[in-house]
């Protein structure tokens, strides 16, 4: 079965960082983009950010961009999420999933519906 899993959340103060991390557990996922989707309480689920290993496209959401860095490790079948210049508002349940590259998930903002999702990473900002 295919399985993605979240580690590296936790409780940061504001201007702090972390780092997230995104194993998959099949190694034919390697050419699936993967991206990271945060859902807040009471707030819909959103796209954070993005990366495709076909092309290496990438997205980051408005919010997100500059303080937050997508990368992947092919290798290991792994993406990272660096926050940095963390704030409250990052306050979700951060969520790692995977979709085929012809759904071109990275290319259109991350509207299409991944196949694969990970269980969940809960990041806290708070003073």
């Known amino acids: ?6 580690s590296g959340g936790g409780l940061v103060q ?10 998959a557990s099949v190694f034919t996922l390697d050419y ?4 990271w989707f945060r859902q807040a309480p ?3 689920r ?8 076909s ?14 860095t997508i990368s992947r490790d092919n290798s290991k079948i792994t993406v990272y999420l660096q926050m940095n210049s963390l704030k409250p508002e990052d306050t979700a349940v951060y969520y790692c999933a995977a979709a085929h590259p012809l ?3 990275c ?21």
Do not use: H
């Not at 196949?115 to 708070?126: E, I, P």
């Open 107 to 127: 290319v259109t903002g991350m509207s299409t519906k991944p196949d694969y999702w990970g269980q969940g990473t809960r990041v806290t900002v708070s003073s």
């Open 1 to 6: 079965q295919v399985q993605l899993v979240e």
């Open 55 to 68: 092309n290496g496209s990438t997205y980051y959401a408005d919010s997100v961009k500059g303080r937050f």
């Open 46 to 53: 959103e796209g954070v950010s993005c990366i495709s290993s």
């Open 103 to 105: 759904q071109a998930m």
């Open 14 to 23: 504001p201007g702090g960082s972390l780092r997230l991390s995104c194993a």
């Open 42 to 44: 009471g707030k819909e």
């Open 32 to 35: 699936y983009a993967i991206g």
